[in-house]
């Protein structure tokens, strides 16, 4: 179990750093952060004194040695754009993001697992077809294209929810809607598709022939063993938490890390977009761990290779 | 019991009028309305003199003044130049290198500080604005003529320059000029008071939230008067159709950064106004002489007589983009050239091709798209107006200044603001040796332009100064570095309700004589 826990982490660690590696040098190769802060019209003097201030005239392997040296003193960097430590700046934006994020989530499982499992139970009827053809226009429209829809709809023409912001729960509700809609449609295609092939499984149709009742079959023997492949995606569900609101953080101007991670890439603020890669490579580890252990809980079997492993 | 009820009858109605007179309960009672203005981004600081960008200049306006005030809605254009008392009520010249402001008095900061020549040498000190590393960057490019800021009394403050500096008075009517509180500056230091910022204009910072909320209140010890909104907000609104959706809820007052094409947009909707202003500043292109083929000046005027530059502006601004007589800008006032214009003649910019001996080498145009409003549906246009011409043209997009300005670059995208209303205030601060194009060396043939500029900088007889000016233009356009295309429009949406107009910069003004509301 240690060596599996330290093989996972020695993994995620390299994985990181090369995240962060990767990320340093293409910013900054593909663009001067002095000019990108400053402007085109800035003074060249102007751009100079920026470059100098920043350590952005040194010598590139120098300026990424300097980086990681800071970073093993735990210092993340300043922001050049804020001029404020970076870390701060992406710990500021996570209440708003996680506030937008988790009850997003929660609507992707608690609409997309349901309506998956229901569309499985009855299969081939109105019924499947109509949740898959939901299903399918929920992961198939462009959040941007749902999100000024209903923007147009609740906030233009009925004037019944704000078209933006982050003030009230009010401006919560449209913003979770895009992100759910999505993410539901995609679970209940992955959990409807699972459910069916369980459901043909021989020890399904062996406790029906036994005569356990069609509830018990379903929550006992199908649900767990269909969980595996929806589990997953909801793990990677979780990983993007972070930043995986986008474009949708832009429609409804949400002040969240996603929105935060394009301002910071078109600057090339180095330091903010590392802080957020680490984040985001973090989380996915995190996310990847948890779903390793759920495995082990819902299929005995997983246990019992990875006992005979370790 | 009927002791204690007479007790508290006696005291709740002493105690009412303070309990009636409190700021919440005349917040309560304040009737005006809250100004909200969706904007695409708002600034990391309000430092007034760091954050000199569009994003920032909108907000920082209204809550710092200047010395002197430009009255640019004394012309209808949005563009006036003539200068009026703001915080200094009135000014004199000792000599061609000395100016003595004298304060109004009375003027009142955020913080309840009263305005003093100490402020006023605070804000132009040696060290924050100029000298040798100057803590505000660009401070040098505004006031690196200055050699010392005296304060002579509590309400008189004396300007010396190293040189006859004829735009001073400009100067502090203008950028980077806006009067800080010193007492504050010091106490948080530039970063802190970038958070809180203290000034004298007419609404104050009240809450802050970085990309997503900067809310000010009204100052209604204003020395202006008192505002006539309650407060503003200026909220971040990165994408169009957002802000348009917005406005078009009636959730904003105003929406700013509408492009061209949205016009016909609002103004459909009922109770909304598109209102436009031509900027003080121009679209150009760079042409970069160390690019292949760019090295002949010939090549470079034939790329800028084949420009049908009416037929972009009808094409790509509804017709209301301006184009210049070079430049060469009438809020130039005196200083204006009249008769010049940019000519579009394919036939003439043939015959300069022939006589080059260009044989069609490829000259690629590099635009990056986001960066100015139409850049990249004018470069797709122009590219073919070159071809028509027989040049060899082709577009290439690139994300940002760094990659348009590396190795190879033959056409690259700029844009010049009129900074001052006066040549030294726009061509010669872009073009002349402190300019990019000199800077990088992509402007190399500068003997004559040099000439004439640096003896304009010096001269204060105003035939001479046009004498100066028309060699410097002279220079510039037979050389041709580069070309004006046109003067952009900002528009913004607006409820009819408002009545506001905007500037020719980006400064929103919301001062009392120029925001109201029906």
């Known amino acids: 179990m240690i060596r599996f826990f330290a093989s996972k982490l020695l993994r995620a660690f390299a994985t990181i750093l090369f995240v962060v590696t990767f990320a340093f040098l293409v910013l900054r190769v593909s663009g001067d952060p002095a000019l990108l802060i400053m402007g085109a019209e800035a003074p060249p003097d102007a751009i100079a004194a920026f470059r100098a201030a920043w350590g952005l005239d040194e010598p590139l392997w120098r300026q990424y040695l300097s980086y990681f040296a800071a970073i093993a003193n735990g210092d993340l960097g300043y922001s050049m754009r804020d001029r404020r430590p970076a870390l701060g700046l992406v710990l500021d934006r996570l209440p708003d993001t996680l506030r937008l994020m988790l009850p997003a989530l929660a609507v992707k499982i608690l609409i997309g697992v349901p309506a998956g499992i229901y569309a499985a139970l009855h299969r081939d009827t109105w019924i499947d077809r109509t949740t898959m053809a939901f299903s399918v226009l929920g992961y198939s429209v462009p959040n941007f294209v749902l999100g000024l829809m209903l923007v147009l709809l609740f906030a233009v023409n009925l004037r019944w929810l704000p078209s933006g912001g982050a003030e009230t729960w009010l401006h919560t509700i449209l913003p979770i809607v895009v992100l759910g809609t999505a993410g539901a449609g995609i679970l209940a295609r992955f959990t409807r598709s699972t459910m069916l092939e369980i459901l043909g499984q021989p020890y399904i149709r062996t406790a029906t022939a036994k005569g356990v009742p069609w509830f018990r079959v379903v ?18 569900m979780i990983g993007s938490l972070i930043a995986g609101a986008v474009v949708t953080e832009s429609v409804f101007s949400w002040p969240g890390i996603g929105r935060q991670l394009v301002v910071a890439v078109a600057n090339r603020d180095v330091a903010v977009v590392q802080v957020i890669l680490l984040f985001v490579a973090g989380s996915m580890v995190v996310s990847n761990l948890a779903v390793d252990f759920l495995y082990g809980w819902l299929d005995p079997r997983v246990r019992t ?4 492993e370790g | 019991m ?75 254009d949005g563009g006036g ?17 000395a100016l003595v402001v004298r304060l109004r008095r009375g003027v009142r900061f955020h913080n309840d500080d009263e305005l003093t020549s100490e402020d006023v040498a605070f804000t132009f000190a040696e060290g924050r604005l100029w000298g040798a590393k100057p803590s505000i960057p660009e401070g040098p490019a505004y006031f690196g003529t200055l050699e010392a800021v005296e304060t002579l009394d509590r309400y008189t403050v004396r300007f010396r320059t190293r040189v006859p500096d004829v735009l001073l008075e400009h100067r502090l009517a203008s ?24 000034g004298t204009g007419p609404f104050r910072a009240k809450r802050l939230l970085r990309d997503q909320l900067y809310e000010f209140e009204a100052f209604d010890a204003y020395w202006m008067g008192r505002p006539t909104a309650r407060g503003v907000q200026f909220r971040a609104v ?33 109770d909304l106004d598109a209102r436009s202003v031509v900027l003080a500043n121009s679209h150009l292109l760079v042409f970069d002489e160390r690019g292949p083929a760019m090295g002949d000046k010939r090549v470079r005027k034939a790329l800028s007589l084949a420009i049908d530059r009416k037929l972009l502006v009808d094409g790509l601004w509804l017709g209301r983009a301006v184009v210049p007589p070079s430049h060469n800008y009438p809020e130039f006032g005196d200083m204006f050239l009249p008769g010049r214009k940019l000519a579009y003649d394919p036939d003439r910019a043939r015959q300069l091709l022939r006589e080059a001996g260009y044989r069609g080498e490829p000259i690629v145009y590099r635009a990056a798209p986001n960066y100015y409003t139409r850049s990249l549906d004018a470069g797709q246009v122009l590219v073919e107006m070159w071809k028509a011409v027989g040049i060899n043209a082709s577009l290439q997009v690139v994300e940002n200044f760094s990659q348009m300005q590396g190795p190879g670059q033959q056409v690259g995208q700029w844009s010049n603001s009129t900074r001052f209303p ?40 105003p035939a001479r100064r046009r004498a100066l000016f028309t060699r410097m233009l002279d220079a510039w356009e037979d050389e041709c570095p580069g070309t004006i295309l046109y003067q952009p429009l900002e528009t913004y949406g607006v409820k009819k309700r408002v009545s506001w107009r905007p500037y020719s910069f980006y400064f929103m003004d919301l001062r009392p004589d120029n925001l109201s509301f029906a």
């Not at chain 2, 703001?86 to 061609?96: G, N, Y």
């Not at chain 2, 159709?241 to 700013?256: C, H, M, N, Y």
């Not at chain 2, 006066?422 to 040796?433: H, Q, R």
């Open chain 2, 422 to 461: 006066d040549p030294l205030g726009a061509l010669w601060v872009s073009w002349g040796p402190a300019g990019g194009p000199q800077r990088r060396k992509e402007w190399t043939s500068v003997a004559g332009f040099n000439d004439a500029g640096r003896a304009l900088e010096s001269e204060t007889d």
């Open chain 2, 238 to 270: 990165p994408q169009l159709a957002s802000r348009i959706a917005g406005l078009s809820a009636g959730e904003f007052d105003i929406a700013t950064n509408i492009p061209p094409d949205q016009i016909q947009t609002i103004e459909r909707v009922r």
């Open chain 2, 175 to 198: 950028w980077a000029s806006w009067i800080v509180n010193a007492r504050a500056y010091r106490t948080l230091g530039m970063d802190g008071f970038g958070q809180a910022p203290v």
């Open chain 1, 305 to 308: 290779t990875r006992g005979k």
């Open chain 2, 2 to 76: 009927t002791g204690i009820s007479r007790r508290i009858v006696t005291a709740s109605t002493l105690a009412a009028p303070f309990v009636v007179c409190t700021p919440g309960a005349l917040a309560q009672t304040d009737r005006r309305p809250m100004l909200v203005v969706a904007v695409p981004e708002l600034p990391p600081t309000l430092e007034p003199a760091m954050e000199l960008s569009n994003v920032g200049t909108r907000i920082t306006y209204s809550v710092f003044d200047t010395l002197i005030r430009r009255d640019f809605l004394g012309s209808p």
């Open chain 1, 219 to 236: 929550s006992w023997h199908a649900l767990p063993n269909a969980a595996i492949p929806t589990v997953t995606v909801i793990g990677f």
């Open chain 2, 81 to 97: 130049s003539a200068l009026r008392p703001h915080l200094a009520e009135s000014w004199e010249r000792e000599s061609a290198r």
